[in-house]
């Protein structure tokens, strides 16, 4: 289920002491700023928050310090005029990631389906409770950032949420089976794609962690969606939140202290708190 789709939303970072002080799973998160914001990224340096907003009118692109005491209304606006920054065009074609080497970028796309936003977006999934049924035509692709070089590197549909691992030799991904959901690990090149979820079918939004060696994600648990981490190789899963609301679309950042996700909870929030050791 697309973040970017919700009209209204509140934004909140929770800091919640430093990198091993936690005692998991997070019963509980506290708010730290409030408007309309989501899609939020680390900068490289931990230092800084790229997002989008609409607290200036219009979904724009603004940056914020990751530590901000202002509760966000420091925030820079990156992105002006009428326009809505989404996707457009002859296909859907979203969820750019940088690949390591900043030359290409792998991304989610229905180009190779032929399938356009009226082809399932704000339609359910078959599972009722994570994507949409135009998932199912997604496949994964990369492009050089000159625009050129357009390099399809899946088939059949329901790859989402791509990223490269930190040393670029893996793509983390959900993969869409039926009413499926579940997180899958390939080799850059698009072979060898293998489950790591196991037997769990409502898994999404992986991420890697800053080092490459762990992979932090969503579980629908007790009907709702709550954060764990897990190994690359599917082992050691821990439960990382318990807390109201549903979490999704978690980010490691790349110092490794502290994981950003967004939560449900009546709107939208996005909360930051200190990373398993």
């Known amino acids: 289920m697309r973040i970017y789709r919700v009209s209204l939303a509140i ?30 990224s680390w900068s490289p340096d931990s230092r800084q928050i790229v997002l989008v907003s609409s607290r200036r009118g219009g979904m724009k692109v603004h940056v914020m310090n990751a530590d901000s005491a202002s509760h966000g209304s420091d925030m820079r606006q990156l992105t002006f005029g009428t326009d809505e920054d989404d996707t457009s065009g002859s296909a859907e074609n979203i969820h750019p990631t940088w690949a390591p080497d900043s030359q290409r970028i792998l991304f989610n796309t229905t180009k190779f389906a032929g399938a356009t936003a009226s082809d399932g977006r704000d339609v359910p999934s078959d599972n009722k409770v994570i994507g949409e049924q135009i998932d199912k035509k997604m496949d994964l692709a990369t492009i050089r950032i000159d625009g050129t070089e357009l390099k399809r590197l899946t088939n059949g549909g329901g790859y989402t949420y791509a990223s490269f691992s930190p040393d670029g030799s893996s793509i983390l991904h959900r ?56 190994n690359r190789d599917g082992s050691g899963v821990m439960q ?28 939208m929030n996005v909360v930051i708190f200190a990373a398993p050791e």
């Open 11 to 40: 934004f909140a970072l929770a800091i919640i002491g430093s990198a091993g002080a936690n005692e998991f799973p997070i019963k509980k998160l506290s708010s730290f700023t409030w408007v309309v914001d989501y899609e939020a």
């Open 175 to 230: 993969r869409v089976d039926g009413a499926k959901s579940q997180i899958f690990i390939m080799n850059a090149d698009g072979t060898n794609d293998h489950n790591i979820s196991g037997e769990n079918t409502l898994d999404g939004w992986p991420a890697w962690s800053n080092d490459g060696k762990r992979v932090v994600f969503s579980r629908r648990v007790s009907d709702r969606f709550q954060l764990f981490v897990m």
């Open 240 to 267: 990382l939140t318990d807390a109201a609301g549903e979490f999704v679309n978690p980010r490691w950042s790349p110092d490794g202290t502290k994981i950003m996700s967004a939560r449900r909870l009546g709107d």
